[in-house]
């Protein structure tokens, strides 16, 4: 079946602007995460959904940064007036509610000019 | 604070050969640990799993060890494969009250030399 899907693959933007980064669950998966990997780094947690719902949100960087996700399915990560440490991958996981293990999509490659 | 990390930033081995690659942890409270093989350009692939309960689990060519006295885990590829070259990451899953988030360590680059 399908895995987890992102786009887009690569954005390339320029500093100030706003950016918005879509993330496509696997079907039936009810818990989405987020995660950030920053050149020669390891992954950072970001946050994550229960159906729509972000318990926690204290792995976000900064109030630039936010997510949604509606209808329990796709989740957009949002960030705003960009800066140059944003640039990074972007990563997005999802599982099955009630089981741990996460799938992971292949990323949005984020670089800020 | 709590931390996963790896003792080997990058290992090169012969095709054929095992590999070995390591990974220590400081919470002495984290019960369920997973590897994940990053190729370039790619996410994280899921390896293989293991639970404090368990100090070995076996998979494809795949060995998980788990030593919870000294806080380590290490990862065992039998019969190394040019297939195999990637960033390995382990991960400590917090469970399910954290919504099961995962704390990686920083890698480890696997060169497989023909």
């Known amino acids: 079946g399908a895995g987890v899907s992102q786009s887009p693959s690569n954005k390339v933007t320029e500093k100030g602007k706003d950016v918005e980064l879509r993330c496509d669950p696997i079907?039936?998966?009810?818990?989405l995460y987020w995660y950030r990997q920053s050149l020669g780094q390891g992954l950072e947690f970001l946050i994550y959904?229960?159906?729509?719902?972000?318990?926690?949100k204290s792995g976000l960087p900064s109030d630039r940064f936010s997510a949604e996700r509606t209808g329990g399915s796709v989740s957009t990560l949002t960030i705003q007036r960009t800066q140059q440490e944003d640039s990074a991958v972007y990563l997005c996981?999802?599982?099955?509610?009630?089981?741990?293990?996460?799938?992971f999509g292949p990323g949005t490659r984020l670089t800020v000019l | 604070g709590e931390s996963v990390g790896l003792h080997l930033p990058t290992l090169s081995v012969q095709e054929g050969d095992n590999s070995i690659i390591n990974c220590a942890y400081s919470?002495?409270?984290?019960?369920?640990f997973i590897w994940y093989k990053q190729e370039s350009g790619k996410g994280p692939q899921f390896i293989i799993d293991?639970?404090?309960?368990?100090d070995k689990r076996q998979g494809q060519r795949v060995t998980v060890l788990l030593n919870k006295t000294v806080k380590h885990l290490s990862l065992q590829i039998a019969a190394t494969q040019p297939g195999d070259s990637a960033v390995y990451f382990c991960?400590?899953?917090?469970?399910?009250?954290?919504?099961?988030?995962?704390?990686f360590g920083g890698g480890t680059r696997l060169m497989v030399k023909p």
């Open positions: 959904f229960q159906g729509n719902s972000a318990p926690d």
């Open positions: 919470n002495s409270a984290s019960d369920y």
């Open positions: 293991i639970r404090s309960n368990m």
């Open positions: 996981a999802s599982s099955l509610f009630g089981t741990d293990t996460q799938y």
């Open positions: 079907s039936g998966h009810t818990a």
């Open positions: 991960a400590e899953n917090r469970g399910r009250n954290a919504g099961n988030m995962l704390t």
